[in-house]
C-alpha cells in the first residue's frame, strides 16, 4: 500500500511537468528536464518486466572518441575524476595520477588499476528496455560523457558487481551507498530505462533510510 500511495503521488507530480508537447517517452521527450524528490523517482520508474534475451555486450559500442581528440571514453572519464590529474602523452595515454573509488573507499594512483563502471549495467539497460533501442542510442548510452552520474571510475575490486542491479548488489562502503541509490534512479530516469516488480522493491526499501533529496536529470532520449 505504501509503495502504490507514493507512486499514484509521484505520478500527479510527473503528470504536472510533462505537457503533451513533452510526452516522447514514459516520463519525457529527449532534452526535457525533470526533477523529483528521491522517494518519488523511484516510485515514476516505467515498469515492465526484465528479459535478457538476445543480449551481447557487442550490442553496445563503447569507449569511442566521439569528439575526436584522441581521448577514448574510458580516458575522458579517467581525466574528469582524478583528484591529481594524469601526465597525458599522445595519443591520449595517462600516466600516474590519483582516483578515489567510491564503492570501496579506495584510493588509487595507477590508471591501469581502475575500472570504468556503467553504473546501471550494460545488461542491465538491456534488460529494462535498451533492447528495442537502436546501435546509436545504445552506443551513446554506453559512452555517455553528458551526466558524470553514468560512467564512474571505481577499483577493480568491484568486479563482482558485474550485471547486478541494486536488489542483488550495493557497494561495500556503507556511507556512499545512498549515493549510489540515487545515481542509479537518476541514470534510470535519465534514460527511461524500466524497473521490475523487484528492483522497485529494493530501491523503495532502500531509499527509505536515506535523504530525500531532490534527482534532476535531463532526458537522453
Same mark, same amino acid.
Given at each position: 500500500? #505504501?509503495?502504490? &500511495?507514493?507512486?499514484?503521488?509521484? &505520478?500527479?507530480?510527473?503528470?504536472?511537468?510533462?505537457?503533451?508537447?513533452?510526452?516522447?517517452?514514459?516520463? /519525457?521527450? =529527449?532534452?526535457?528536464? +525533470? =526533477?523529483?524528490?528521491?522517494?518519488?523517482?523511484?516510485?515514476?520508474?516505467?515498469?515492465?518486466? %526484465?528479459?535478457?534475451?538476445?543480449?551481447?555486450?557487442?550490442? !553496445? @559500442?563503447?569507449?569511442?572518441?566521439? $569528439?575526436? $581528440? /584522441?581521448?577514448? &571514453?574510458?580516458?575522458?572519464?579517467? +581525466?574528469?575524476?582524478? !583528484?591529481?590529474?594524469? %601526465?597525458? &602523452?599522445?595519443?591520449? @595515454?595517462?600516466? /600516474? /595520477? %590519483?582516483?578515489?573509488?567510491?564503492? *570501496?573507499? +579506495?584510493?588509487?594512483?595507477?590508471?591501469?588499476?581502475?575500472?570504468? *563502471?556503467?553504473?546501471?549495467?550494460?545488461?542491465?539497460?538491456? *534488460?529494462?528496455?535498451?533492447?528495442?533501442?537502436?546501435?546509436?542510442? @545504445?552506443?551513446?548510452?554506453?559512452?555517455?560523457?553528458?551526466?558524470? @552520474?553514468?560512467?564512474?571510475?571505481?577499483?577493480?575490486?568491484?568486479?563482482?558487481?558485474?550485471?547486478? $542491479?541494486?536488489?542483488?548488489?550495493?557497494?561495500? !562502503?556503507?556511507?556512499? #551507498?545512498?549515493?549510489?541509490?540515487? *545515481?542509479?534512479?537518476?541514470?534510470?530516469? #535519465?534514460?527511461?530505462?524500466?524497473?521490475?516488480?523487484?528492483?522497485?522493491?529494493?530501491?523503495?526499501?532502500?531509499?527509505?533510510?536515506?535523504?530525500?533529496?531532490?534527482?534532476?536529470?535531463? !532526458?537522453?532520449?
Amino acid at each position: 500500500m #505504501r509503495i502504490l &500511495t507514493a507512486l499514484a503521488a509521484a &505520478t500527479v507530480a510527473v503528470a504536472a511537468f510533462i505537457t503533451p508537447a513533452h510526452a516522447a517517452g514514459p516520463l /519525457g521527450e =529527449a532534452g526535457g528536464t +525533470l =526533477a523529483l524528490p528521491l522517494h518519488d523517482a523511484v516510485q515514476v520508474l516505467p515498469a515492465a518486466d %526484465e528479459s535478457r534475451a538476445g543480449y551481447q555486450r557487442t550490442s !553496445f @559500442r563503447h569507449w569511442v572518441d566521439a $569528439d575526436r $581528440d /584522441g581521448c577514448s &571514453t574510458r580516458n575522458e572519464v579517467l +581525466l574528469n575524476e582524478s !583528484f591529481l590529474a594524469p %601526465e597525458q &602523452t599522445a595519443p591520449c @595515454r595517462l600516466i /600516474g /595520477g %590519483e582516483w578515489y573509488s567510491a564503492y *570501496d573507499n +579506495l584510493y588509487i594512483s595507477s590508471p591501469g588499476a581502475l575500472d570504468i *563502471d556503467h553504473l546501471v549495467p550494460l545488461a542491465e539497460a538491456w *534488460d529494462s528496455g535498451a533492447s528495442a533501442w537502436t546501435p546509436a542510442e @545504445r552506443e551513446a548510452y554506453a559512452n555517455d560523457l553528458g551526466d558524470e @552520474r553514468s560512467l564512474v571510475a571505481v577499483s577493480a575490486r568491484n568486479r563482482s558487481k558485474a550485471d547486478q $542491479d541494486p536488489a542483488e548488489w550495493l557497494p561495500t !562502503f556503507e556511507p556512499y #551507498r545512498c549515493q549510489y541509490l540515487t *545515481d542509479w534512479v537518476a541514470t534510470k530516469m #535519465r534514460w527511461q530505462l524500466a524497473v521490475d516488480d523487484r528492483e522497485r522493491v529494493a530501491l523503495t526499501n532502500a531509499v527509505a533510510d536515506c535523504p530525500n533529496v531532490s534527482v534532476e536529470v535531463t !532526458f537522453a532520449r
